[in-house]
Nanobody, 121 residues
Framework: QVQFVQSGGGLGQPGGSLRLSCAAS????????MGWYRQAPGKQRELVAE???????NYADSVKGRFTISRDNAKNTVYLQMNSLKPEDTAVYYC???????????????WGQGTLVTVSS
C-alpha cells in the first residue's frame, strides 16, 4: 500500500510564500508522475501542478509564474513552492501520484490525505 506524508501549508499572507512537501512510501520502485491538486470550498478538485519522473512539468494557468513544482525521485518526494500567494489559493491541497509501481502491486493513482492552505491577512 502506498502511503503519503504531507507537510507544510497552514496560514500564508497575500503576497507571501509557503512550501508543501509530500513523501511517498511503501516499497516503491517507481512513480511516473507526482503532483498537487487542490479543492476549494464548494468547488471541484483541480490540478495545480504535476511533474514526471523525467522532470517535465505542467501548471494550471492560475499558478503559472507563482508556483514551482520539484521532485526528488530518490526520496519519492514532491515539493510545491508557492510564491505571491493570493486569497484564491486558499484550498485543501492533495498530493497525487500516478502509475506507482511497488514490490507487490501497480497503482494507477494514489492520493495523500490533504493539507489546508489558507491565504489571508
Amino acid at each position: 500500500q502506498v502511503q503519503f506524508v504531507q507537510s507544510g501549508g497552514g496560514l500564508g499572507q497575500p503576497g507571501g510564500s509557503l512550501r508543501l512537501s509530500c513523501a511517498a512510501s511503501g516499497s516503491i520502485f517507481s512513480i511516473a508522475a507526482m503532483g498537487w491538486y487542490r479543492q476549494a470550498p464548494g468547488k471541484q478538485r483541480e490540478l495545480v501542478a504535476e511533474i514526471t519522473s523525467g522532470g517535465s512539468s505542467n501548471y494550471a494557468d492560475s499558478v503559472k509564474g507563482r508556483f514551482t513544482i520539484s521532485r526528488d525521485n530518490a526520496k519519492n518526494t514532491v515539493y510545491l513552492q508557492m510564491n505571491s500567494l493570493k486569497p484564491e489559493d486558499t484550498a485543501v491541497y492533495y498530493c497525487n501520484a500516478k502509475n506507482v509501481r511497488t514490490a507487490i502491486h501497480r497503482y494507477l493513482e494514489a492520493w495523500g490525505q490533504g493539507t489546508l492552505v489558507t491565504v489571508s491577512s
